[in-house]
T-cell receptor, first 113, second 111 residues
């Protein structure tokens, strides 16, 4: 089954404790992206990747890191999480460019205390 | 001012009504997406448009590039259409590949 998976789905952590949210897709998509969703602000792009070893900042990259060492994986790293990073996070992928149909993961709800 | 504006923010309807959700944008774009987010949180892509009109079942999406405006129509609405509908645009120039989102329209359809 074609899908985007994210882990964990729920996470409660404390300020400053490094964490990684994994994202994996099995559709051989070039484009992958991370978004956060906050009430009243909608979805905002954190980082995106147009292919292996090619990443770029979205609109809200501060406090986040990403890597794209393999085509299927695009982990999101929070080196020192803070409470303002409490949010719902989505990973998405598409064939080719962001112009094409986006496939979203199920979301990761992160709470930073 | 947001680069992508949706209206209305909230919409309630009776089953069977014709629904229209609007999206206006202020940037140059190469494509526009309509997404559906169900109460459980999952997001599904409904349409990707670069011109004209697309139809899938009871859903119709149109875009007017000159007016920088898109509409999503739902014919014969049903309670299962209750969801948040999100408009997103892929902005130019082509050496970046960012998506910019509207804040969504929450639709509730009552039986």
């Amino acid at each position: 089954e074609a899908q985007v998976t994210q882990n964990p789905r729920y996470l409660i952590t404390v300020t400053g404790k490094k964490l990684t949210v994994t994202c994996s897709q099995n559709m051989n998509h070039e484009y992958m992206s991370w978004y956060r969703q906050d009430p009243g602000l909608g979805l905002r792009q954190i980082y995106y990747s147009m292919n292996v070893e090619v990443t770029d900042k979205g609109d809200v990259p501060e406090g986040y890191k990403v890597s794209r060492k393999e085509k299927r994986n695009f982990p999101l790293i929070l080196e020192s999480p803070s409470p303002n990073q409490t949010s719902l996070y989505f990973c998405a992928s598409s064939f080719g460019l962001a112009s094409n149909e986006q496939f979203f993961g199920p979301g990761t709800r992160l709470t930073v205390l | 001012k947001n680069e992508v504006e949706q209206s209305p923010q909230n919409l309630t309807a009776q089953e069977g009504e014709f629904i229209t959700i609007n999206c206006s944008y202020s940037v140059g774009i190469s494509a526009l997406h309509w997404l559906q987010q169900h109460p459980g949180g999952g997001i599904v892509s409904l349409f990707m448009l670069s011109s004209g009109k697309k139809k899938h079942g009871r859903l119709i999406a149109t875009i007017n590039i000159q007016e920088k405006h898109s509409s999503l129509h739902i014919t014969a609405s049903h309670p299962r259409d209750s969801a948040v509908y999100i408009c997103a645009v892929r902005s130019v120039p082509y050496n970046t590949d960012k998506l910019i989102f509207g804040t969504g329209t929450r639709l509730q359809v009552f039986p």
